[in-house]
């Protein structure tokens, strides 16, 4: 095992951790997410300057961004003071954890064919194992809670699972026009904020949306 896959796997136990606290906490959530956004907003504000010269342009970009996440931060703690919307959120959270899990796993494991040019560490095996562990973990536990399932569950994990490769692919090609590897250091073997929760900015608000819709 190497170090970078044993601290992927250390700083991945801990950030299970912290979300099951968060979700066991209010006031640790709102703090984390305070955190969370700013830093994320810092990240992103510095990706860009990378590539994008005009002042103006940068101004607008960074400011969509910054809008994009207040609301989805001011959404996410409304939505968690009711306890269905709760464990709709936290399972969706656990299904785009598991798609970034299982697409490293897979692409490790089976390597094979690139998926794109974007991320060249991509590869099909890694995005049939990101649709497969998030399929599992969110019939897991939608059963857990719901004590049924149905095609639709299989269907709102598959779409989570794709937005959240989307928005894997997004950033990184934000990173290639800026020629950074990571977005930050944040944490170790991981990269930056924004390296973890690239894939759920888009897939968590995707997901919820076609869980809605579906139902």
Sequence with gaps: MTVNLKARIFTGL???IVVFI????????????????????????????????????????????????????????????????KIIIFSLLMCCVFSDIG?????K???GPKLTKISPNKTLSGAFGSIFFSVL????????????????IFIVAIITSLACQFGD??????????KVKDTG?????????????????????????SYVFIK
């Design 22 to 85: 968060i979700f066991s906490f209010k006031f640790f959530l709102v703090y984390s997410l305070i955190v969370l956004g700013i830093l994320s907003l810092i990240e992103f504000t510095s990706l860009i300057n990378y590539f994008i010269k005009k002042s103006v342009v940068k101004f607008l970009i960074n400011l969509v961004f910054a809008i994009y996440i207040l609301f989805f931060c001011t959404i996410f703690i409304i939505f968690l003071d009711f306890l269905k919307l």
């Design 137 to 152: 973990i969110f019939s897991l536990l939608m059963f857990y809670y719901t004590k049924s399932i149905n095609l639709n």
């Design 185 to 209: 250091n944040f944490f170790p073997g991981h990269g930056g904020i924004l390296d973890r929760i690239d894939g759920i900015l888009i897939g968590l608000p995707i997901g919820f949306l």
């Design 169 to 178: 692919l997004f950033f990184s090609y934000l990173k290639r026009l800026a």
């Design 14 to 16: 801990l950030l299970f």
């Design 109 to 111: 494991l089976f390597q």
């Design 103 to 107: 697409g490293y796993f897979f692409g």
